[in-house]
């Protein structure tokens, strides 16, 4: 229950998140780009680097930066520090 409860939490508050240009209700991530730069050769790897954010209305949208706030992958991620 208490699963289903976070869940039902977090649909709740995309559909309260307005849109910054049109404020239609329903502001929230469609997509992500990987090619997270790697922090010590600077090479992009497989992580995440930024959420894409969209209007459900018009097709606009923004790249914000990842959640957890992370601006570089570390490097025993990265496959030219450790091919
Ligand atoms: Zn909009
Ligand atoms: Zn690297």
Request: aromatic share 4%.
């Amino acid at each position: 229950m208490a699963a289903i409860g976070a869940l039902a939490a977090k649909t709740a508050e995309r559909l309260a998140t307005p849109c910054s240009r049109c404020k239609t209700p329903g502001w929230g991530r469609v997509a992500v780009e990987a090619g997270l730069g790697c922090e010590f050769c600077g090479c992009e790897t497989g992580l995440i680097a930024h959420e894409v954010h969209g209007c459900v209305r018009r097709p606009h949208t923004e790249r914000e930066p990842r959640p957890d706030g992370l601006v570089f992958a570390p490097k025993m991620l990265c496959e030219a520090c450790n091919p």
